[in-house]
């Protein structure tokens, strides 16, 4: 199959075909050796490095939207010279910290598996305006987003990262698509290797070293640390009451939040059930939106239970538009969730490559393993040992 991907991107100048570079500690056989790397600024046009070492067999490259089309001319050398099978996810930031100028690669001696891929095509059902060779066509529709995500299962851990709006950067809405060695793909017979995806589930193999468990951070400031605090009467995501109270009342007399007085501030709730908690957004009800209900809206996917006990939080003004300042550690898989942006600012600067560091960011937040992660700061990290 022809490497073509229709994304009528302007032309990009030849990228030379792989250059390798010397950098990888070899580890132990029997699981997938790898070598993870994150460049900020990578500059116009810059060659992508393949660890000549490693031999590898895969990639995954998360890019910001100004660097697909680099990446894109990269991965197609990889995958037709190389004979790789290739990886690539348009994503809106890279880690460390929000960065929204970079590339973040994950080289494996060993192949992914792809499951559950959805074609572009079957979300985006507008069809694109054609040029009368004097107008210019932009976007099909103004602003317009999909709900397009990757999940990644990194041994006993799975991501769903939302992916970025690239229609500036691709004509698409989402740039997320995979390319498979002509003997592999003969194996696998995947009938969307080589298309533009809405959604796709990429398997890696077992790591070596593994990683370890994940350990997350947020912004949260707690509400009701302490307070015993159980669902009495509740549908779907509509919780009626608490301990046989009003639901909103728990956030309407409380006092940190009624002191900062703020529609700007955030409510969340960790839902605890089971041995097992789960964290969603307070979207309205009590607090800043009014005495006009008693009933506290939770995320719509919340499906609450009476008996469920929980515990309120609120993201400040403050913190919530705050950048991220984590300091920067190698050896660990990171995923963030953005703070939001008043106004959009790139980063600029020299290129600066970190080695064993791979991620990405997302202005919608993620889920790992079923939890949310979508308040602004929030940050999982799975480290590992060289």
């Known amino acids: 199959m022809v490497a073509c991907i229709n994304f009528h991107h ?93 590339i973040s690669e994950l080289w494996l001696d060993d192949y992914i598996t792809f499951e559950d891929s959805v074609l572009l095509s079957a979300k985006d059902t507008v069809k694109p305006k054609q040029s009368d060779g004097i107008n210019v066509v932009g976007a099909k529709t103004n602003w317009k987003n999909v709900d397009a995500a990757l999940k990644l299962q990194l041994g006993s851990n799975c991501l769903e990262m939302s992916l970025a709006n690239t229609i500036f950067s691709t004509n698409q809405l989402a740039t997320l698509f995979y390319f498979q060695p002509p003997a592999l793909q003969k194996q696998t017979g995947d009938p969307n290797m080589g298309e533009v995806l809405s959604n796709l589930t990429a398997i890696l193999p077992p790591l070596e070293p593994s990683l370890e468990t994940a350990v997350s951070s947020d912004r949260w400031t707690p509400l009701t640390e302490g307070e015993e605090l159980v669902v009495t009467n509740c549908t779907g995501n509509l919780v009626r009451s608490i301990n046989n109270g009003p639901a909103a009342k728990i956030l309407e007399n409380n006092s940190k939040l009624m002191g900062i007085a703020s529609k700007e501030t955030k409510v969340y709730v960790k839902v605890f059930r089971d041995n097992e908690s789960k964290k969603y957004e307070v979207i309205a009800g009590g607090g800043g939106w009014g005495v006009k209900a008693d009933l506290l809206a939770i995320s719509p996917e919340a499906k609450m239970q009476v008996g469920d006990r929980l515990e309120f939080f609120m993201v400040t003004p403050e913190v919530r ?48 393993d079923g939890v ?12 590992y040992q060289s």
Do not use: W
């Not at 116009?44 to 590898?56: E, G, M, S």
């Open 10 to 102: 302007p032309k990009i100048p030849h990228i030379s075909p792989m250059v390798f570079l010397r950098r990888f500690s070899t580890f132990r056989p029997l699981a997938a050796k790898f070598l993870a790397r994150t460049t900020v600024s990578p500059g116009l046009n810059a060659q992508v490095l393949a660890p000549a070492d490693l031999k590898p067999k895969s990639v995954v490259f998360l890019s910001t939207p100004q660097n697909i089309p680099t990446v894109i001319e990269n991965a197609i050398n990889f995958y037709q010279i190389g004979n790789m099978q290739v990886l690539v996810a348009g994503v809106d930031s890279v880690v460390p910290n929000g960065n929204r100028n970079g």
């Open 372 to 383: 949310n992660h979508k308040s602004p700061g929030e940050v999982v990290r799975l480290a």
């Open 321 to 368: 538009y705050a950048d991220m300042s984590n300091t920067v550690v190698s050896n660990q898989f990171m995923f963030e969730s953005l703070p939001e942006m008043s106004s959009y600012e790139m980063t600029l600067g020299s290129p600066q490559t970190i080695e064993h560091l791979f991620g990405c960011g997302s202005e919608s937040g993620f889920v790992m």
